[in-house]
T-cell receptor, first 114, second 115 residues
């Protein structure tokens, strides 16, 4: 079956540090890959996505590249801010009869300290 | 647009009580889903609906019922709450484009504690 693996954290960084959150996946075929962000007390928001191999998703300074050869979709940001403190979920999407089946990772908590 | 709204934000139940978690969206989305979020387990799909009058089970449906009488509303019912249902519940919706379901919009969540 499909699965997504990411570390739970927390990941603690100082402001302006470089961020990497690893995400690897197992899936048949060619899934779409996503990163969602959940700020404290809120629901999940789509951060970025990539729909095919070698695609790079980017938003708000975050980037992730769909690597089919390593089945990975690592999230990176060059300089984190305190406002980036949140939980980050990696997810994959496969379609079955036009309906999407989304598999989420466990979420990685990021804490950025001033 | 209000997007996806959920009520209540927080609820405490005793074992065996029943309740309904409300979810509504004003974006005319065909697809709606219920997830539960538990520590160390990410989000798991409970039930989903592909349109008014059509629902189906997700990954963890036991103990939950749903119905979809209108496009806007997708309530989740717990008929007899159990401590194992203590969780944070998220509702999500999405539209269809070119025959496929697009990216989901999530509500703010309902935190449920079953004693």
């Amino acid at each position: 079956g499909n699965s997504v693996t990411q570390m739970e954290g927390p990941v603690t960084l100082s402001e302006e540090a470089f961020l990497t959150i690893n995400c690897t996946y197992t899936a048949t075929g060619y899934p779409s890959l996503f990163w969602y962000v959940q700020y404290p007390g809120e629901g999940l928001q789509l951060l970025l996505k990539a729909t095919k191999a070698d695609d790079k998703g980017s938003n708000k300074g975050f980037e992730a590249t769909y690597r089919k050869e390593t089945t990975s979709f690592h999230l990176e940001k060059g300089s984190v801010q305190v406002s980036d403190s949140a939980v980050y979920f990696c997810a994959l999407r496969r379609y079955s009869g036009g309906y999407q089946k989304v598999t989420f990772g466990i979420g990685t908590k990021l804490q950025v300290i001033p | 647009n209000a997007g996806v709204t959920q009520t209540p934000k927080f609820q405490v139940l005793k074992t065996g009580q029943s309740m309904t978690l409300q979810c509504a969206q004003d974006m005319n989305h065909e697809y709606m889903s219920w997830y539960r979020q538990d520590p160390g387990m990410g989000l798991r799909l409970i039930h989903y609906s592909v349109g008014a009058g059509i629902t189906d089970q997700g990954e963890v449906p036991n103990g939950y019922n749903v119905s979809r009488s209108t496009t806007e509303d997708f309530p989740l019912r717990l008929l007899s709450a159990a401590p194992s249902q203590t969780s944070v519940y998220f509702c999500a919706s999405s539209f269809r484009r070119q025959g496929q379901q697009e990216t989901q919009y999530f509500g703010p969540g309902t935190r449920l504690l079953v004693l």
